[in-house]
């Protein structure tokens, strides 16, 4: 039951979100041998990570994307393999929908005076520069594949 009681307490103190596309989906197990349960949630990719917690009261925050995506997202996955030539969260896709669409993003957003840098972070799962980072560490060790601009 505690583990309810916490998604309740979620639900109540991130509940608003719903109104921007914030989905609760409920409690998760993620390792069957752990016991691990995280906090399912989905959002919509133009939606303002940096409001959602990583974890909340112990438990991590597990976030995925619903709805369509835009153009430069759009990967061909009918190919066998094709998370081996394409990442489809390289922080270019990011940065090229960022410049493509701000003045729509700050008003889905709801808020006009955000930076470039802010709306990346927004967006990008809290934290642009982090995930940028992070993919480049990734791509060196050959875990993901590089950005591919064709």
């Known amino acids: 039951m505690l583990l309810y009681d916490t998604l309740d307490r979620f639900e109540k103190k991130f509940g608003h979100l719903k109104k921007k596309g914030l989905r609760i989906n409920g409690l998760k197990m993620v390792d069957p041998k752990r016991k691990k349960h995280v906090i ?13 917690p ?4 112990g438990l991590d925050v597990k976030a995925i994307i ?6 430069e997202f759009n990967i061909d996955r009918s190919k066998p393999d094709w998370q081996k030539r394409e990442y489809i ?3 270019e896709r990011f940065e090229h929908f960022v410049d493509r669409c701000s003045a729509e993003i ?3 957003l709801g808020n006009p005076a955000m930076t470039r840098d802010e709306i990346l972070s927004a967006l990008c799962f809290g934290d642009f520069e982090a995930h940028k980072e992070k993919t480049t560490t990734m791509v060196k060790e050959g875990k993901i594949p590089a950005y591919n601009n064709n």
């Open 40 to 52: 399912d949630v989905s959002r919509p990719l133009v939606f303002d990570n940096r409001l959602l």
């Open 54 to 57: 990583k974890s909340f009261e």
């Open 66 to 71: 619903h709805g369509d995506l835009p153009q």
């Open 89 to 91: 969260w390289a922080p």
């Open 106 to 108: 700050k008003k889905q």
